[in-house]
């Protein structure tokens, strides 16, 4: 088995990784050969590897919807798998960094704090995403996942109704961190309320609310739950 470093190290897999983090659906030979304007037998050796080294999910489906005889093979289709760690070299202990940094907090108004951190960071990773506002909310959701694509991070919008969402991501960018200390769950979601009510014209941070519980499982994606409070009253104008 490849390990995820040695996969890291060769441009052509990172690039080819890259390629498969910033689109919200799996990934196939053609699609890779196509963007990146390689042989499709290249495409499909590096995302072959990228799989064995645990960083893809090999699966086959039909892209055309159609069952039954003459529906045609299904096509073999790579996702990024669920980043439950960090990939480090040699290994940084940020994580041991940070709990150090929050027991250090006062107790009164931690929380509070730590979900103003995550607000902060969540605009950053909008400021640096290019995340563009958009008047409806499922353009908005979509405009978050595209710009955390940009920085590497896949997201897809999963379910939308009404003025609730789910975004699943594989790639959460805080993800690592809370499996390792819960206790910053805060900042997790201020972060996710933060690129939201950049997208989403006319919002503040304070009317979107944020679930991110999932993010703390061993399996799976993360599904992050958000939810415009249309009755809530902004007090950030930057958001």
Request: hydrophobic share 40%; charged share 30%; net charge positive.
């Amino acid at each position: 088995m490849m390990h995820r470093l040695d996969a890291l190290g060769d441009w052509g897999l990172r690039e080819t990784l890259l390629f498969a983090r910033a689109q919200e659906l799996p990934v196939t030979a053609d699609e890779v050969a196509a963007a990146h304007r390689v042989h499709r037998n290249v495409a499909r050796g590096r995302l072959e590897r990228l799989a064995r080294a645990g960083l893809l999910i090999a699966s086959f489906e039909r892209r055309t919807g159609r069952t039954g005889p003459g529906a045609g093979r299904p096509a073999k289709t790579y996702r990024v798998a669920p980043e439950l760690s960090a990939i480090e070299f040699p290994r940084r202990r940020y994580e041991q960094l940070i709990a150090l940094a929050v027991d250090a907090l006062p107790g009164d108004g931690r929380r509070e704090r730590l979900y103003e951190v995550g607000v902060a960071f969540g605009r950053e990773l909008a400021r640096e995403g290019r995340v563009r506002s958009a008047k409806t909310f499922r353009t908005a959701l979509a405009r978050v996942c595209t710009a955390l694509g940009n920085l590497g991070y896949q997201a897809t919008v999963a379910e939308v109704a009404g003025d609730r969402a789910v975004i699943t991501t594989a790639t959460c960018p805080l993800r690592p961190l809370v499996r390792a200390h819960p206790e910053l769950s805060p900042v997790d979601r201020g972060m996710w309320a933060a690129l939201l009510a950049r997208a989403l014209e006319g919002t503040a941070v304070v009317q979107i609310g944020c679930d991110t519980r999932r993010c703390r499982r061993e399996d799976g994606d993360c599904r992050v739950l958000l939810t415009v409070l249309r009755g809530a009253m902004g007090r950030d104008s930057e958001a």
